[in-house]
Nanobody
Framework: VQLQASGGGLVQAGGSLKLSCAFS????????MGWFRQAPGKEREFVAS????????YYAEFVKGRFTISRDNAKNTVYLQMNSLKSEDTSVYYC???????????????????WGQGTLVTVSS
């Protein structure tokens, strides 16, 4: 699996960005997709994930109501729409892919076997 994230950049607090992650190398529909982030000096943390059908998205508490994860199975792409951005959202954002789990939408890093290179999001206050 290869993952290519894009869409990061510099935005003012309160603004919006939309990240994209292009998936290749395997059958996209067989994979759940997730977004994680890591700020300087901090551990990587879960942001959002989505199962293979696009239903049952799962969010970290701190992004609920602000971020939306979605996927386009025809384009082999997962998205993260980020609204009402805050300075504390400044991080490198990574997309990740893991084999779909029947029972639930995965959210643990260990459930994702493939990772993209990351895209930097900087929110200025």
């Amino acid at each position: 699996v290869q993952l290519q994230a894009s869409g990061g950049g510099l935005v003012q607090a309160g603004g919006s960005l939309k990240l994209s992650c292009a998936f290749s190398g395997r059958t996209f529909f067989n994979y759940a997709m997730g977004w994680f982030r890591q700020a300087p000096g901090k551990e990587r943390e879960f942001v959002a994930s989505i199962n293979r059908s696009g239903r049952s998205p799962y969010y970290a508490e701190f992004v609920k109501g602000r971020f939306t994860i979605s996927r386009d199975n025809a384009k082999n792409t997962v998205y993260l729409q980020m609204n009402s951005l805050k300075s504390e959202d400044t991080s490198v954002y990574y997309c990740a892919a893991g084999r779909a789990i029947q029972s639930h939408t995965p959210y643990r890093a260990v459930d994702f076997s493939s990772w993209g290179q990351g895209t930097l999001v900087t929110v200025s206050s």
